[in-house]
């Protein structure tokens, strides 16, 4: 079907109709514009005295043009949309999101001057919700986190709008294959390493997406490289995980921003993962002050769940004789939680103390020290 619209963003000016064939080349035709200009992001190898004979290495997906791994997706659902004829000119976006994907998906939908709406837990940190009114974007807040996928259905709906859905089709907009997807990007950058198949790569879970194009991948290219999936304190996935049950929910919401869900979200691919770890909330908190105090740059909540996947892996490596390495990734930058994570007044007032996990994770990078291995985890 073949309609009449009007040229997006004339300037004032009166533009010849586009049909919507046209917009859709226009669309995808920005996106690739957009995509031409970037770069690749970094995958920063880092050495610790207590991991003798085991690299590290993190791909630094906050350096994406909006901070955060969610760039990616935000692209690939986009791409998603349009090539599937749910997008066109002038569709209502709306989204339900813990920030992060919201802040990259109102940079896209910017790009093509279409609405957006986020709809989001009323605590998403404020430079969430700065960053997607700067972009143009709304923001649409619900107390109870758990209630975000309903509301983004039903206000797509009433808008006659696309729900873009990110935690169904995460799995699946993403070219897991190849076609530079995160996956395809590390094991390229590995590639003149001494290691260029990694024994580990560490990743949390939001909506899994990122680990189940990375666990497809790793399958696909016959790698012997393995899948630990990190989840947050307050989340349904390892439950998912360790018995098979997809209903299994959590009645808490995360406290660790970007991960961590209430329910086993659709693009959460347990067959693809060898090994999954639960990590209290203290002990993520902590991992990211230590990561960001040795990369003197603040990383985020989710990137701390990462690193204590990395050194818990590590020590048991290194416990058992085995050399290697591990990948993992830096899923956004800290300036998003300056007033959470990073304010001791806000630690206190959740009840968390990282103290005693700081000087463990300390203990074990300076000096090899394996109290970690003790550290009750589930
Ligand atoms: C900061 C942050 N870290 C990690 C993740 C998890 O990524 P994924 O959704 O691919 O599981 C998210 C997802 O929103 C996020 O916002």
């Known amino acids: 079907m073949t309609q009449h619209h009007k040229r997006p963003s004339d300037g004032g000016l009166a533009l010849p109709v586009m049909t919507e064939s046209e917009w859709t080349r226009w669309a995808i035709g920005v996106l690739h514009g957009d995509a031409n200009r970037s770069a690749d992001t970094h995958l920063t190898k880092l050495s610790f005295k207590g991991m003798l004979g085991i690299s590290v290495y993190l791909k630094d997906e906050s350096t994406h043009p909006t901070g955060s791994l969610k760039h990616r997706l935000a692209r690939s659902l986009f791409l998603y949309g349009i090539c599937n004829g749910w997008i066109h000119e002038g569709t ?17 939908a910017n790009l093509l001057n279409l609405p957006f709406i986020a709809v989001m837990g009323a605590s998403t940190s404020k430079q969430k919700v700065d960053a997607i009114i700067r972009s143009g974007g709304q923001c649409h807040f619900v107390d109870d986190p758990s209630k975000i996928y309903r509301v983004a259905e039903q206000l797509a709906f009433d808008r006659k709008g696309h729900y873009l859905d990110q935690f169904t089709n995460a799995e699946r907009a993403t070219d897991w294959r190849g076609n530079n997807n995160i996956a395809e990007s590390i094991f ?29 991948y790793i399958r696909y290219s016959g790698f012997k490289t393995r899948l630990c999936v990190v ?12 018995n098979g049950d997809r209903m299994a929910s959590c009645a808490l919401p995360s406290r660790i921003e970007g991960i961590g869900r209430p329910r086993v979200e659709p693009s959460f691919l347990p067959s693809v993962i060898d090994d999954m770890i639960k990590v209290p909330d203290a002990m993520s908190i902590a991992a990211m002050h230590v990561l960001s105090d040795r990369l003197s740059r603040r990383v985020g909540g989710s990137t701390g769940t990462n690193f204590y996947g990395v050194c818990r892996i590590a020590a048991n490596m290194l416990a058992q004789g085995q050399t290697g390495s591990i990948v993992s990734l830096i899923c956004d930058g800290g300036e998003r939680y300056t007033s959470t994570y990073y304010d001791p007044a806000w630690l206190d007032s959740a009840g968390i103390s990282i103290h005693r996990e700081m000087e463990m994770l300390n203990g074990f990078l300076d000096g090899g020290s394996f109290d970690l291995i003790g550290y009750p985890t589930s």
């Open 92 to 108: 209502t976006l709306v989204e339900a999101s813990s920030g992060s994907t919201a802040v990259s998906e109102a940079y896209f």
């Open 188 to 216: 390229k950058q590995l590639a003149l390493e001494q290691d260029p198949e990694p024994t580990w790569v560490v990743m949390n879970a939001g909506t899994g997406g990122t680990s189940a194009t990375i666990g497809r």
């Open 231 to 242: 989840d947050a304190e307050y989340s349904a996935f390892y439950q998912c995980y360790v």
